[in-house]
């Protein structure tokens, strides 16, 4: 089965600067899809950002952005300009065609954002 | 746009005691799923239903049954209670399943505690 690695249970970060959170997998699959998903306090999971397997290029949302290595099953997230707002668990996630609709998800990198 | 609502938010169970969740969801879903979150280990699929009348095993099954009879509400429910099974439970739903052009729409989350 896959599995997703997170290897920094907790990073921080002063406000207004850059922070990069780790993740890598393991698959033997070529389609599959990356997720990361935010869990603020609140506890709700919020969709940060989507790659696909096949695209080369990093996606892109606002101050999020991701470097998707696909050879180093790397897929690490980028926070720019950090807010206080975005403090909170992040969870890097894989889902792929043999998964069985199963996505799976790392443990969680714990994201505290200094004033 | 309520999007996918689980009820109760928090309960407490002694062991051996039985209860449902109920999760639905107004998005018109096909595919609904049901996970628990454990500090330290991310999100874990229990069951899934990929349409109204099926259900299939996730990853950690065991101690849980599901049932789907209306394609708006997924039902959880715990026939005898364990510590074990103390967790946030998250139900989450989505269209097409492995389709890379959709994303899991997740609840606030339900926290069950065993004693």
């Known amino acids: 089965a896959q599995t997703v690695t997170q290897s920094q249970p907790e990073m921080s970060v002063q406000e207004a600067e850059t922070v990069t959170l780790s993740c890598t997998y393991d698959?033997?699959?070529?389609?599959?899809?990356l997720f990361w998903y935010k869990q603020p306090p609140s506890r709700q999971m919020i969709l940060v950002i989507r790659q696909e397997a096949y695209k080369q290029q990093n996606a892109t949302e606002n101050r999020f952005s991701v470097n998707f290595q696909k050879a180093a099953k790397s897929f690490s997230l980028k926070i720019s300009d950090s807010q206080l707002g975005d403090a909170a668990m992040y969870f890097c996630?894989?889902?792929?065609?043999?998964?069985?609709?199963?996505?799976?998800f790392g443990a969680g990198t714990r994201l505290t954002v200094k004033p | 746009n309520a999007g996918v609502t689980q009820t109760p938010k928090f309960r407490v169970l002694k062991t051996g005691q039985s209860m449902t969740l109920l999760c639905a969801q107004d998005?018109?879903?096909?595919?609904m799923y049901w996970y628990r979150q454990d500090p330290g280990m991310g999100l874990r699929l229990i069951h899934y239903s990929v349409g109204e009348g099926t259900t299939a095993k996730g990853e950690v099954p065991d101690g849980y049954n599901v049932s789907r009879l209306k394609k708006q509400n997924f039902l959880l429910g715990l026939e005898s209670a364990a510590p074990s099974q103390t967790s946030v439970y998250f139900c989450?739903?989505?269209?097409?399943?492995?389709?890379?052009?959709?994303?899991?729409?997740f609840g606030a989350g339900s926290r069950l505690t065993v004693l």
């Open positions: 996630a894989y889902w792929g065609n043999e998964d069985n609709n199963d996505m799976r």
């Open positions: 998005m018109n879903h096909e595919y």
């Open positions: 989450a739903s989505s269209y097409l399943g492995h389709s890379g052009a959709n994303v899991l729409t």
């Open positions: 698959t033997s699959e070529s389609d599959y899809y």
